[in-house]
């Protein structure tokens, strides 16, 4: 390798250096934010944790996003975590999942209150074409009309 070689490859990598270091920096930077303002609901009492617990989880965040190993809230991957819990379901119950999960119906519920329900109605009459009863079919019995032994 010649010496134009080496100075090119050495400048190639301080630069690629030079991004991770200021991305990890940006990241830090991020986590730094976040992490006063979830010091700032511990301490205001709207986090739905007592005050230890909160300061804990806010700390521990806030470790993790120095380490890189909290992701952001990106938005693709919550739809695909919606959908891949309704595919658990029976195929006839996914369609309400999905509606639930995109926030049609009614929500009931927080979580500091214990938990969140959501509820979502749909009404489905039956087709016309297909009768109560199949013809041919002897029919409901009545009391008294001699249909089962001992029955008078």
Same mark, same amino acid.
């Given at each position: 390798m010649n010496t134009k070689s080496k100075h090119r490859a050495s400048r190639l990598a301080m630069a690629a250096l030079g991004a991770i270091l200021l991305s990890s920096a940006q990241?830090?930077?991020? &986590?730094?934010a976040a992490y006063r303002e979830e010091?700032? %609901?511990c301490n205001s009492g709207k986090s739905g944790q007592? %005050?230890? !617990?909160? $300061?804990? +989880?806010? #700390?521990?965040? $806030?470790q993790e996003a120095r380490r890189g190993n909290l992701? &952001?809230?990106?938005?693709? @991957?919550? +739809?695909?975590? %919606? !959908?891949q819990r309704c595919n658990a379901l029976p195929e006839a119950d996914r369609p309400a999942c999905i509606a639930r999960a995109e926030g %049609?119906?009614?929500?009931? @519920?927080?979580? +500091? &209150? #214990? &938990?969140?329900?959501?509820e979502y109605r749909e009404i489905v009459t039956p087709a016309p074409s297909s009768p109560a009863m199949p013809s041919g079919s002897p029919g409901p019995a009545t009391p008294g009309s001699g249909g089962a032994p001992g029955m008078r």
């Open positions: 990241a830090a930077s991020d &986590g730094q010091v700032a %609901r007592d %005050r230890a !617990t909160c $300061l804990r +989880e806010a #700390g521990a965040a $806030l992701r &952001g809230g990106d938005a693709s @991957g919550y +739809e695909r975590n %919606r !959908t %049609r119906g009614t929500v009931t @519920g927080s979580v +500091e &209150g #214990g &938990g969140v329900l959501r």
